[in-house]
């Protein structure tokens, strides 16, 4: 399993996305962790079974157990903030922000790593998760710690290719069967 066994399983009509996963993944400038830990956690992020078997090995190659942990950890927090806070904001009736939220996000104040590095896992899972609020609370934890745009971009580029990876190669599942 690995990033070459999944760019095979890519469909020839999905050549763009055999491409991007290529350089997404394989020329990504992100420190080792940054971009393990944001392939794995997007992987989890994206719900399929296929690309996370595939990512996943890979990803615990190139992460300490520490790093690997926490990067589980953001796709685990972020799934349950990003339903909260994206549904918070789209109520009509705004009282609902003055209201505690009530849940447990203990991980996020010490992931047991870096805190930029799960900033930037939170970030990348938030995009696939479509949350404009967690995006832009991350995104502002990261510029304020001095992470350029282009940096945090990456982040994005890589929760985008994934989730289409994913939801091309799940659909391909599903007519096959």
């Known amino acids: 399993m690995s990033l070459d066994s999944l ?15 290529g350089s997404v993944i394989g020329n990504s400038g992100l420190p080792a962790q940054q971009l393990w830990g944001t392939v794995l956690s997007t992987a989890i992020a994206s719900r399929s079974a296929i690309v996370l078997r595939e990512l996943e090995p890979e990803a615990k190659a190139n992460l300490s157990p520490e790093a ?6 953001a796709a685990a ?12 904001h789209l109520l009509s009736d705004h009282e609902y922000g003055n209201l505690r939220a009530g849940l447990r996000m203990n991980v ?35 510029r304020k710690a001095g992470v350029e745009r282009e940096v945090i971009q990456e982040a994005f580029k890589i929760a985008a290719v994934i989730e289409a990876v994913a939801a091309t190669l799940d659909a391909e599942a599903a007519l096959a069967e």
């Open 77 to 88: 927090v972020m799934a349950m903030n990003n339903v909260f806070y994206r549904t918070r």
């Open 68 to 73: 690997y942990t926490a990067a589980k950890a």
């Open 7 to 21: 760019k095979s399983r890519i469909p020839d009509y999905a050549k763009d996305l055999k491409l991007n996963l």
């Open 108 to 142: 996020i104040g010490n992931p047991g790593v870096d805190k930029v590095d799960f900033e930037f896992w939170s970030f990348a899972v938030s995009a696939i998760n479509g949350c404009g609020m967690c995006l832009d609370s991350h995104e502002q934890v990261l």
